[in-house]
């Protein structure tokens, strides 16, 4: 690459580094093409881009976006997934390439400006979507409420039938 080339390049990288919401660090050892084109297609599916990074360049990026603390796991071969949706999405997407037997690994992620661990990508990865705990607390909240409009429907039905036996035991009297 030229010396115009890299400075476009980590022009380009450090905009990234600022304005998406999430971007997860991986190391793709292990990776043949086959395989990585099919972890980007996954990628694509849900809006999310995948890009073999040079580590000096990456970290440069990093230093002007005033992300000094993800520098130090930009080491070894590193390609970034980064989004401007769902900043989980990666997580879980990876997380099932993982699944099937196959590379690769996270390293680290800058969630919306923090900073997470591998350990931590994992544990985000296995927690359900925003619309699932959106239903779950919906239902948590809708429960009692369905339980309360039943029983009271149960003493309403109770209180008729009640009512209709006094009547036709008062027509045969």
Not at 47 to 71: C, D, F, H, P, W
């Amino acid at each position: 690459m030229t010396r115009e080339e890299k400075q476009k390049e980590v022009a380009y990288l450090s905009e990234l580094f600022s304005s998406s919401k999430g971007i997860y660090l991986t190391d793709f050892t292990g990776l043949n093409v086959e395989l990585l084109a099919s972890l980007r297609r996954k990628l694509r599916d849900c809006s999310i881009s995948y890009r073999v990074v040079k580590n000096t360049l990456a970290a440069q990026a990093a230093k002007q976006a005033g992300l000094n603390e993800l520098m130090k796991f930009i080491e070894g071969p590193t390609a970034l997934a980064y989004t401007d949706g769902d900043p989980v999405m990666p997580a879980k997407v990876i997380s099932e390439f993982l699944e099937e037997g196959q590379r690769p690994r996270f390293k680290s992620a800058s969630i919306e400006g923090e900073l997470y661990t591998a350990e931590q990508v994992a544990t985000l990865a296995a927690l359900p979507s925003k619309e699932e705990l959106l239903s779950e607390i919906f239902w948590g909240i809708s429960s009692p409420i369905c339980g309360l409009v039943t029983s009271l429907q149960s003493i309403l039905r109770t209180l008729v039938t009640t009512l209709d036996a006094i009547v036709k035991q008062r027509e045969q009297q």
